[in-house]
Antibody, heavy 118, light 107 residues
Framework: QVQLQESGPGLVKPSQTLSLTCTVS??????????WSWIRQPAGKGLEWIGR???????NYNPSLKSRVTISVDTSKNQFSLKLSSVTAADTAVYYC??????????WGQGTLVTVSS | DIQMTQSPSSVSASVGDRVTITCRAS??????LAWYQQKPGKAPKLLIY???SLQSGVPSRFSGSGSGTDFTLTISSLQPEDFATYYC?????????FGGGTKVEIK
């Protein structure tokens, strides 16, 4: 059973860079035809897809965030990571990592709340 | 970007009721649609993919239909554990996008 777990600071100052890591267990991040994705959800609001990385390392980013987002993968640690630069209060949200199979997120992490505040 | 519009935004229902939620895409997405269930404080759970395919382990009272721009999620007999918020998601065009959600509440 694949499991995903987000980790990283819960508080980030405005204009700084948000950094999160997703650790995958129960399977190799390199095996299978999966994308590994980040999705976020502001409190009381809907879901926003941030971006994804394929096992080859190729990436896709939401155009609305593309200039600020970097997603990378570390296959040796079975992890993938999110960096979001120049954050503002609008980036405060629960951030989820997920596995995408045929473009549908089928396994999700529990989510981690990131607050942007000074 | 493709906009996904769900209706209603909330519905009150009783255990045993049949509940139908609608999702409309701003342009045709073939059958590239999924439905998710989210409970408070939890991650979304995939229920239906490819518009009508039931994800493994999901009860058969959940069903999906539709293609093109109009889609439906039906819960045939609402159970206590089904009270949650439901989201649709299109996977046809980049970037993937979600509907605004439908909250199923206890009547």
């Amino acid at each position: 059973q694949v499991q995903l777990q987000e980790s990283g600071p819960g508080l980030v100052k405005p204009s700084q860079t948000l950094s999160l890591t997703c650790t995958v267990s129960g399977g190799s991040i390199s095996s299978g035809s999966y994308y590994w994705s980040w999705i976020r959800q502001p409190a009381g609001k809907g879901l926003e897809w941030i971006g994804r990385i394929y096992t080859s390392g190729s990436t896709n980013y939401n155009p609305s965030l593309k200039s600020r987002v970097t997603i990378s993968v570390d296959t040796s640690k079975n992890q993938f990571s999110l960096k979001l630069s120049s954050v503002t209060a609008a980036d405060t949200a629960v951030y989820y990592c997920a596995r995408e199979y045929t473009y549908y997120p089928d396994y999700w992490g529990q989510g981690t709340l990131v607050t942007v505040s000074s | 970007d493709i906009q996904m519009t769900q209706s209603p935004s909330s519905v009150s229902a009783s255990v045993g009721d049949r509940v139908t939620i609608t999702c409309r895409a701003s342009q045709g997405i073939s059958s590239w649609l999924a439905w998710y269930q989210q409970k408070p404080g939890k991650a979304p759970k995939l229920l239906i993919y490819a518009a009508s395919s039931l994800q493994s382990g999901v009860p058969s009272r959940f069903s999906g239909s539709g293609s093109g721009t109009d889609f439906t999620l039906t819960i045939s007999s609402l159970q206590p554990e089904d009270f949650a918020t439901y989201y649709c998601q299109q996977a046809n065009s980049f970037p993937p996008s979600f509907g605004g959600g439908t909250k199923v509440e206890i009547k």
